[in-house]
């Protein structure tokens, strides 16, 4: 990063005199990523729960709510290596610009089947294969492209911080809206709605304005697997990197996946406590509504009171001031947050679990943010996308490999034991960690 960029980004810390946790905002470029990209990201809940519903009634399997995030995972591994790649040699705003068009498109898409009364699970499947390797590009490139917006790194902390926020305040009303939407409607005009959200992105991208070009150097190499290997060379030295990126894979493989076996969670095992909710909303004669899905209703108020701790968590860490133990309240997180999801796998009432899911959001972005963070903190500039690209890789693969086998466990043992054991094994490996590598607590 260049001297003038970095006292541009000094002048602009220096000048602003708003809330401290919202210091990133002072940048024109972050606050329109921010105001965009925090639309697009409540249509893109809306339809993440909207297709877990959907899937769940075409197969009334867990195991197929598994299949959709495995497929994901195909095209991951090659693409996210070169979208990290990418990242560090060409325009990461045109880059944007043509992941989040094609993403649209596939919203539009799955709307337009789900609407004609087509719609069938292998549909979701070809359309999540896709949105997965969109994604496996769309997903470093982004975070990379954090410094660049807030022009250094001097903001970068409070900039992840209000990414985490915005993403999870999407987790919070995109369930919600979807929740009573598919409950009245079906799913097809979360899907639709989706789309239209991309509009928002889309032209706060091409508003923004002086972003720094690639590096000529790195532009002009021509030797992608050489130019992949050099970032993974880089990792494999850094034993601190290696120990951040195996907490989120062994987190993404066994705790994570419990978000895929919501909707498991929300019908069978909560589904009698949580009837007086449906009853409240639904009953044809004194409810609020007529409803198509009622059980959308317990799912979408579990993952919005989830998104709402997550929230919570991502103000908390935007808040941090400069001089935080971060490592401490990361070793929190990779603790809590699995006994969080101990005690959610044990819960039969309803109100319970909606407790545990404000502090399983809370942990989870503490666990997750930091590592981000400390993460980018750690990495040279012009190995930045690459190093992202590895994080995606192992943060989304393991996640879908995760989803698929807690599917896979949860139709053979049932969903409250599958959560149980992943979540109790990711515990022993967070206490490991803490007691192996003091360096990680104390950094």
Not at 45 to 64: C, E, F, H, I, R
Not at 106 to 122: D, K, M, N, P, Y
Not at 340 to 350: K, P
Request: glycine fraction near 10%.
């Amino acid at each position: 990063m260049s001297k003038n960029i970095i006292s541009t980004a000094n002048t602009a810390a220096d000048i602003y005199r708003g809330p401290k946790f919202l210091r990133a905002l002072s940048h024109r470029n972050y606050k329109l990523w921010f105001i965009g990209q925090g639309i697009s990201l409540i249509g893109s809940w809306m339809q993440t729960m909207a297709q877990q519903v959907l899937v769940y009634n075409l197969t009334g399997s867990a195991a197929a709510l598994g299949m959709v995030a495995l497929l994901g995972l195909i095209p991951l591994i090659p693409l996210s290596f070169w979208g990290g790649s990418i990242a560090d040699r060409f325009s990461k705003r045109t880059i944007l610009i043509v992941t989040q068009t094609i993403m649209m498109l596939e919203a539009l898409i799955l709307a337009a089947l789900t609407w004609s009364g087509v719609v069938q699970v292998w549909h979701v499947y070809i359309l999540s294969f896709i949105l997965g390797a969109v994604n496996a590009v769309d997903v470093p490139v982004r975070q990379a492209f954090t410094v660049e917006m807030v022009e250094g790194k001097e903001d970068l902390t409070n900039a992840i911080g209000l990414n985490s926020a915005m993403f999870n305040l999407g987790r919070a009303l995109g369930p919600a809206f979807a929740g009573i939407l598919v409950a009245a409607t079906g799913a097809g005009m979360a899907f639709f709605l989706n789309s239209l959200t991309f509009i928002a992105v889309l032209v706060c991208l091409f508003m923004m304005r002086n972003l720094p070009a690639p590096q000529a150097g790195v532009k002009q190499s021509n030797n992608q697997l050489a130019h992949i290997r050099e970032g993974l060379v880089y990792v494999r030295g850094q034993s601190i990197m290696v120990v951040l990126i195996s907490l989120v894979g062994v987190s993404a493989f066994l705790s994570m996946p419990f978000n895929t076996l919501m909707p498991v969670f929300a019908t069978r095992v909560l589904g009698e406590s949580a009837s007086p909710v449906v009853e409240y909303f639904c009953n044809p004669t004194t409810g609020m509504f007529t409803c198509q899905s009622p059980e959308a209703l317990p799912l979408g108020i579990l993952l919005t009171i989830m998104g709402v701790g997550a929230l919570a968590g991502a103000f908390f860490i935007a808040a941090m001031p400069d001089d935080a133990r971060r490592g401490r309240y990361l070793t929190a997180g990779n603790l809590v947050f699995p006994i969080s999801l101990l005690v959610f796998a044990v819960s039969r009432s309803f109100i319970l679990s909606l407790v545990v899911m404000f502090l399983t959001g809370f942990s989870f972005v503490c666990q997750n943010a930091l590592t981000n963070t400390l993460i980018q903190l750690f990495s040279p500039d012009a190995m930045r996308g690459r190093i992202m690209g590895l994080y995606t890789m192992i943060f989304q693969g393991m996640m879908r490999l995760g989803s698929m086998q807690a599917g896979l466990v949860s139709d053979w043992i049932g969903a409250p034991l599958s959560v149980g054991i992943g979540a109790a094994v990711s515990l022993a490996y967070g206490v490991f960690v803490a007691i192996r590598y003091p360096r990680i607590r104390n950094s």
